[in-house]
């Protein structure tokens, strides 16, 4: 119970491309799952299609229909172009005959080697035991965010004043993240990971839910043993959405993943 | 001919989620059209599918599996949900019964509104006239880029130093756009001008070809009038791939559309 590889374990049906899987009611806020959860998960399906030539996702990109809850699912899947360097996949996440998650999947084969050339920096973060842990009970909305029993993260304090009515109003988060299960990051872990900080709408002192539309994720590089860290920012709240950029850094300074979303925002008054 | 609005027609298959295209030869580089137009050519279809009620392409994201080619293609698309704020909808475009392009599309309603929140600024630019007028034979590869001929585009000459063998080392990008057939930008056509500046990988020195493997787009507002400003930056270049990332500002600072992509890139050696 509670570990990254079984919540996302799935059971390919024989002579088809369709899997079972059962959603871990611990990978998510309340009884709903977590999107970058679903999205792993579906990945996941996809890395079993393309197997060993192409053992990882490099890219990922997911359309968010209707919430899934905890439960029986089936991920439908299709090879859309398995070639030398990427196969391509598309893949379908559904409950009781209903698409929830739709994602198009690239899967290659990453290396922990350093980049040619790199304008990436990780975050100045106070050292993780300095950062407070984010706590399972919601400060702001008294919700029960389950999946933050299993994925412990340690957000910077400077950017924690909207839990004291004091948003720095920069829509910016950073902070550490390790597994709770004691695994360390994987490609498929990492596309959970970007999008599991909070909102930074709340850092503009905007605090409903802000659900996400679309979301897309590139990992980057095998991430080194240890905690990663991770920094969130948007550009802009308008016309009732937010973006959301999120990247990732390993132990060893390499940017690991790189998520992007759009997401709806439901403005007060 | 050459106008935006005929080279992404579309005409849909009575009672079919169908619809027919000519991919036009003058939106791409030699004879393969431009990822962004075969973009915008899946959310014209998808904007046919949606109606009245979600009338502008929100969101899109593609996965690049085949190169197209100019001539006829088959979009073929399914409405994944039909919900109050947005319609979302997988699309294909195929030739020759293979599949190019996938792609999934949020439908709903942009304005030109100021948003709640911003911290996106335009690029500092010397005035259009002051740009030079990109030219349809590459600088570099002595390649026709016919798409130039219809997309104008005049770089910020701060940031062309690799037209002369001396790239800045940055990975970055800036300049002004115009449809040449005189049509204001909208948000399909913006879609098209994410994915329209020279590869930023040339700011680092590295001149091969560097093709879209996953791009999402992003609509922000109805644009006005008048020529877009651009900014296109990359953050790292490794494993074989680098992430490019591109925002728009229409003429009154709005920002109207923001681009991300994972590219491949063979580098020299």
């Known amino acids: 119970m509670g570990d990254f590889q079984s919540a996302t374990a799935v059971t390919r049906r024989a002579g088809t491309q369709d899997f079972d899987v059962v959603l871990d009611q611990g990978w998510g806020l309340e009884d ?17 299609l393309a197997g060993q030539a192409h053992p990882h996702v490099t ?7 209707q919430r899934g809850a905890p439960g029986p699912a089936v991920v439908t899947a299709e090879v859309l172009r398995a070639g030398r360097a990427a196969t391509q996949v598309r893949a379908r996440l559904s409950q009781d005959g209903l698409p929830r998650v739709e994602a198009l999947v690239t899967l290659g084969r990453l290396s922990d080697e350093d980049p040619f050339w790199s304008a990436s920096k990780p975050p100045a973060l106070p050292p993780l035991a300095e950062c407070p842990r984010s706590p399972v009970m919601d400060q ?15 957000l910077d304090p400077a950017g924690l004043g909207f839990l004291t009515g004091n ?13 709770a299960d004691g695994s360390d990051w994987d490609p498929l872990s990492l596309v959970l990971a970007v999008d599991c900080l909070p909102p930074v709408t709340y850092d503009l002192g905007v605090y409903g839910w802000t659900p996400t539309v679309q979301l897309s994720a590139y990992l980057r590089a095998l991430p080194a043993p240890g905690p990663i860290r991770l920094r969130a920012a948007a550009a802009e709240l308008g016309n009732g959405h937010v973006d959301v950029t999120v990247a990732a850094w390993d132990s060893k300074d390499r940017l690991v993943a790189q998520g992007t979303q759009i997401a709806s925002v439901r403005l007060p008054g």
């Not at 890219?59 to 229909?65: E, H, K, M, N």
């Not at 702001?140 to 340690?154: A, K, N, P, S």
């Open 140 to 154: 702001r909305g008294g919700l029960r965010i389950h999946i933050l029993e299993q994925v412990e993260q340690y």
């Open 167 to 179: 948003p720095s109003g920069r829509a910016e988060l950073a902070g550490w993240m390790r597994l």
């Open 32 to 48: 709903i799952p977590n999107g970058g959860y679903l999205l792993a998960v579906l990945g996941r399906a996809a890395t079993e």
């Open 59 to 65: 890219a990922i990109s997911g359309s968010f229909l």
